[in-house]
């Protein structure tokens, strides 16, 4: 259904098509720069915010830098006042104007784009919250990154979190993305296993869970090495051959490493996360890595100390960073930057971004500047999308952090709770299924709620609880948001909207609070486009969570004798349901209609 308001100027960087707020803010735009010349309609839209308190839209007069007293200029917009189909009252506060708007196109339109974008999108596919902004453009994203024969511990669980949310993010808005796990495959770890395989490897226990069986494998030897300092030089010697290419040493990593990444490719489904494409340390070509070091070279910014070769970058704060050890052997540092390199060539990305934790901002900093005085013309192009730590995140028996324990652990919690209602609990089709995801979306609504540079302490009781801002919180209000269908057959399926009255929603504080949070929406995706934090849309999914929850005792659908409110009513539950969806697939959550 097309809007039915009255034309507006276009202004640049909005799209009222995809964003109906964004024609309520070029009305108010309008009204000021028609009122204040020579400000532009553009200037005056800069200088729309949103309003606190109750108030729809605020405009700070100061900021516009235009002679006279603010008090004359808002006396200039006010004077000849009339009321629209945007705008219903102006307040003057100090250097403030204060814009609430018509409450009855706010509801009408915002409910109309939400179900056009979900159900009649011009791409077939739901698009309400969604941009073309990164149109044409595309994205390199290296993320969760495990180490193969290390276990697949927190630190790469909030890499995989942060980075699957920019992944859909990035796509939200309009970009190609291409995500890569760049997986530890290499280095003399390898050469560990491989010299304590003999002893200690076991190929029943290998096709069972290559991931745990090679970690337990280093876990042994590593302790035998701690006893044996041959251990340590055989490892490195194995390790040698596999970088001089020797088939023989090669032979078993490359079956270690396919099985490993079978094994991945489960965990993260789990995860809902998949990759575009797996590729690892073991893949940067060995000419890359000379070409950069050469590069360094001729620029001079390589020394030999005891045979290893350094960079210096004392001049830039950022010490001195090793690129080859004097055995030859490269070193990771080595590998990432002909790793970029590489990348160039085959994706001439528009930007590349590495989402690691905020331990490793020196070594990106090393890496990033080396990349820039090599004065590659892209250099500029990469990003570091840092976090903090996880603290104390083990087994509730407090021992080791494999990530399958925690969600084995975090469902069985669940599915425990989920018994306790026999009544819901009999009519779920696969509780298991249902008790992994809520225990999952636990797990990832408690690493993504506040921002990302902060530590966390892993909290159990907290993430599983029912009760406050969690992820179970979360579930339960979508699943209880798609009951409404279940439990009103009568009123199914709703007709056009063109056929909706919403006119008796307008007299409700609450149908309005939840009509502009849901219009909010589309800011709230660009605004995550540029700070890269997904705590912003875990916000609003709870503010969005909290407004319906407030409304359930008032705006009633069951038992509601009028049948034209009752639909309205519904319509509005049906359209909150569809964007705290689209909000929480944003943020990799699969969304449930029962539990």
């Excluded at 890569?180 to 560990?192: E, K, P």
Aim: hydrophobic share 40%; charged share 25%.
């Amino acid at each position: 259904m097309v809007s039915s308001l009255p034309s507006l100027p276009s202004v640049l960087g909005t799209d009222p098509s995809s964003c109906i707020l964004d024609a309520f803010r070029t009305a108010i735009a309008k009204r000021v720069s028609d009122a204040l010349p020579p400000l532009t309609i553009d200037q005056a839209y800069a200088g729309v915010d949103y309003g606190k308190k109750g108030v729809d839209f605020t405009v700070a007069l100061p900021r516009f830098r235009l002679p006279g007293r603010p008090e004359e200029l808002a006396q200039n917009i006010i004077s000849d006042f009339q009321p629209d189909d945007f705008v219903s009252s102006i307040t003057h506060d100090k250097q403030f104007l204060h814009f609430q708007l018509n409450t009855t196109s706010l509801i009408r339109e915002v409910l109309n784009q939400i179900h056009t974008l979900t159900y009649d999108s011009p791409t077939g596919k739901p698009s309400y919250g969604t941009n073309t902004s990164g149109a044409g453009k595309k994205l390199v994203i290296e993320y969760s990154s495990p180490n193969i024969a290390k276990s697949f511990h927190v630190g790469h669980l909030r890499s995989t979190i942060i980075g699957a949310f920019l992944d859909n993010l990035y796509k939200a808005c309009g970009w190609e993305v291409v995500s890569l796990n760049y997986l530890g495959d290499w280095g003399t770890q390898f050469g560990m296993i491989a010299t304590g395989f003999e002893k200690y490897g076991s190929q029943e226990d290998l096709e069972t869970d290559a991931i745990k069986h090679l970690y337990d494998v280093y876990v042994k030897v590593s302790k035998d090495a701690d006893s044996d300092p041959n251990v340590k030089v055989e490892a490195a010697k194995w390790f040698k051959r596999m970088e001089d290419g020797d088939e023989s040493a090669l032979a078993n990593w490359r079956v270690w490493r396919e099985m490993s990444v079978k094994k991945y490719i489960e965990e993260y489904e789990r995860l809902n996360v998949s990759f575009k494409v797996y590729t690892g340390e073991s893949e940067v070509g060995k000419e890359w890595q000379d070409r950069a070091l050469e590069r360094l070279q001729e620029m001079g910014l390589i020394s030999d100390v005891e045979g290893a070769k350094l960079v210096d970058l004392e001049k830039w704060k950022l010490g001195k960073a090793v690129l080859r050890k004097a055995n030859g052997t490269s070193i990771y540092l080595t590998r990432d930057l002909g790793g970029a390199i590489e990348r160039w060539e085959r994706y001439k990305f528009d930007k590349m971004i590495y989402v690691v934790a905020s331990q490793q901002d020196l070594h990106l900093s090393q890496f990033f500047k080396m990349l820039s005085l090599m004065e590659f013309p892209w250099a500029g192009r990469l990003e570091h999308v840092n976090y903090g730590l996880v603290l104390g995140m083990s087994t509730r028996k407090g021992t080791a952090v494999f990530l399958d324990q925690i969600i084995r652990e975090a469902s069985s919690v669940m599915h425990e709770q989920m018994k306790r209602n026999e009544v819901k609990y009999s009519n779920i089709e696969d509780p298991e299924m249902v008790a992994r995801e809520v225990g999952i979306t636990g797990i990832k609504i408690q690493d993504m709620a506040a921002k990302r540079i902060n530590n966390y302490t892993f909290n159990w009781d907290r993430m599983l609880s029912f009760e406050g801002d969690t992820g179970p919180y979360l579930q339960y209000a979508h699943v209880r948001l798609t009951s409404m269908e279940r439990k009103n057959p009568e009123l199914i399926p709703l007709p056009p909207p063109s056929q909706i009255d919403t006119s008796s929603l307008t007299s409700s504080q609450h149908a309005r609070d939840i009509a502009i949070l849901l219009g909010s929406y589309p800011d709230v995706v660009k605004t995550a486009l540029k700070t890269h934090e997904p705590s912003g849309v875990v916000t609003f999914a709870f503010r969005l969570a909290h407004a319906i929850s407030s409304a359930w005792e008032t705006l009633i659908v069951k038992g509601e004798e009028d049948a034209a409110k009752a639909r309205a009513r519904l319509w509005l539950y049906l359209c909150a349901r569809d964007v705290l969806g689209a909000a929480m697939r944003l943020l990799s959550i699969r969304p449930l209609e029962r539990m």
